[in-house]
T-cell receptor, first 113, second 112 residues
Framework: GESVGLHLPTLSVQEGDNSIINCAYSNSASDYFIWYKQESGKGPQFIIDIRSNMDKRQGQRVTVLLNKTVKHLSLQIAATQPGDSAVYFCAENGSGGYNKLIFGAGTRLAVHP | SAVISQKPSRDICQRGTSLTIQCQVDSQVTMMFWYRQQPGQSLTLIATANQGSEATYESGFVIDKFPISRPNLTFSTLTVSNMSPEDSSIYLC?????????FGPGTRLTVT
């Protein structure tokens, strides 16, 4: 299938290690943030979200951290698996409620055995 | 979560022609969105489509180039008109359900 993220920064990790993907968001008015995973040839898949009244939210093997002071968002993936290899995008809602999303540039995660 | 399908999944078109992309959702949704993802790039919102009203376009996108229809609460179309090679992209529709936004698989368009 067509490749996504050919020119994006790449994070390479060993299988079983923890991964941390970072994102700087742009709009101080943003109060809702989402992480998406996009595998080659597929549409973005919702992973986890967080609202601005929280600093941390955990899901299954994933944790999102939000630092509003420096407008920084991170996604932590525990015990990274080969199936986690994909391009990861952060998105913010700007001032558009929960609908109009502004996507970050994306990071490719490459998991090596 | 909503299940979204798109047709066609991919196409190769000649410059100057138009292509209509269909988006079907398995549940009724108020708002549908169309995004463009240029090769190796992130996603950019083209427009928001509400049933029964004109689509709202983002800066840099115009109705003449990207006309959108939204005839009911489960279906929308995006037409890419008078195509040029710069229109080669993945076009994605999405819907919002309980604040979460879900995406279809995308239509991969190549203009030659």
């Amino acid at each position: 299938g067509e490749s996504v993220g050919l020119h994006l920064p790449t994070l390479s990790v060993q299988e079983g290690d923890n991964s941390i993907i970072n994102c700087a968001y742009s709009n101080s008015a943003s109060d809702y943030f989402i992480w998406y995973k996009q595998e080659s040839g597929k549409g973005p898949q919702f992973i986890i979200d967080i609202r601005s009244n929280m600093d941390k939210r955990q899901g299954q093997r994933v944790t999102v951290l939000l630092n509003k002071t420096v407008k920084h968002l991170s996604l932590q993936i525990a015990a990274t698996q080969p199936g986690d290899s994909a391009v990861y995008f952060c998105a913010e809602n700007g001032s558009g409620g929960y609908n109009k999303l502004i996507f970050g540039a994306g990071t490719r995660l490459a998991v090596h055995p | 979560s909503a299940v979204i399908s798109q047709k066609p999944s991919r196409d190769i078109c000649q410059r100057g022609t138009s292509l209509t992309i269909q988006c079907q959702v398995d549940s009724q949704v108020t708002m549908m969105f169309w995004y463009r993802q240029q090769p190796g790039q992130s996603l950019t919102l083209i427009a928001t489509a509400n049933q029964g009203s004109e689509a709202t376009y983002e800066s840099g996108f115009v109705i003449d180039k990207f006309p959108i229809s939204r005839p009911n609460l489960t279906f929308s179309t995006l037409t890419v008109s008078n195509m040029s090679p710069e229109d080669s992209s993945i076009y994605l529709c999405s819907v919002t359900e309980s604040y979460e936004q879900y995406f279809g698989p995308g239509t991969r368009l190549t203009v030659t």
